[in-house]
């Protein structure tokens, strides 16, 4: 089963822009580091991140709001997981709680010693919800691979078009 990661921060100036406008970068970081701790607890090796989908932006955060990371292992393929994180946002003098602010699937590769990717354990999925991610993720690993063999196909046309002439 993979646990969840949560990562809260108070967005402070020097992580702003000069109107109290987070910088994107800056919670791209706090999302990498919150998915990172998930797959690496969730595998017990070192990784890396391979891939970021569907990042989307949805509410303004600003300086002083409180920013909560959390990452959760959705998908494992043969030595890649991918882990979905959702980033809320709270504005601590308001009465209004936490809202949602972005989302992005992260996917990060498992590296044995030698830095080659290694194999991760087996993902237990014991919701509904939890099944159902899986498939979501599944068919975006699936994507990667066709749109990578395309492209693997185009580079040989190319170098035997190269060849003729
Ligand atoms: C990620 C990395 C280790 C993959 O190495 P590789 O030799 O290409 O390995 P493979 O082709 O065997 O891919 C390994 C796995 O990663 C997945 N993967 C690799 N690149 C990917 C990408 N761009 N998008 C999605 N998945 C990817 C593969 O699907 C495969 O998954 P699977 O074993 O579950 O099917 C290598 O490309 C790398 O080191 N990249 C730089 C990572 C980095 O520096 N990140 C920023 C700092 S953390």
Do not use: W
């Not at 402070?12 to 990172?36: I, R």
């Not at 990042?55 to 920013?67: A, K, S």
């Not at 809320?88 to 602010?101: D, F, R, S, Y």
């Amino acid at each position: 089963m993979s646990t969840k990661i949560y990562l809260s921060e108070v967005m402070m100036p020097s992580q702003t822009n000069p109107s109290g406008n987070v910088h994107g970068g800056e919670l791209m970081k706090m999302m990498d580091s919150t998915a990172y701790a998930a797959a690496r607890k969730f595998c017990r090796s070192n990784v890396v991140t391979a891939r970021v989908d569907e990042l989307e932006f949805h509410t303004p955060i600003l300086i002083g709001d409180l920013v909560t990371c959390t990452a959760e292992v959705i998908y494992v393929g043969h030595t890649s997981m991918e882990v979905a994180v959702n980033v809320e946002v709270e504005v601590l003098e308001a009465e209004q709680g936490p809202q949602h602010a972005l989302s992005a699937y992260f996917t990060m590769v498992a590296l044995d010693r030698n830095g080659r990717p290694m194999t991760v354990p087996k993902l237990v999925l014991e919701t509904d919800e939890a099944k159902a991610a899986f498939e979501e993720a599944r068919k975006r690993h699936e994507l990667y691979h066709e749109r990578k063999k395309q492209r693997e196909l185009q580079k040989q046309m190319k170098k035997q078009e190269e060849g003729k002439g």
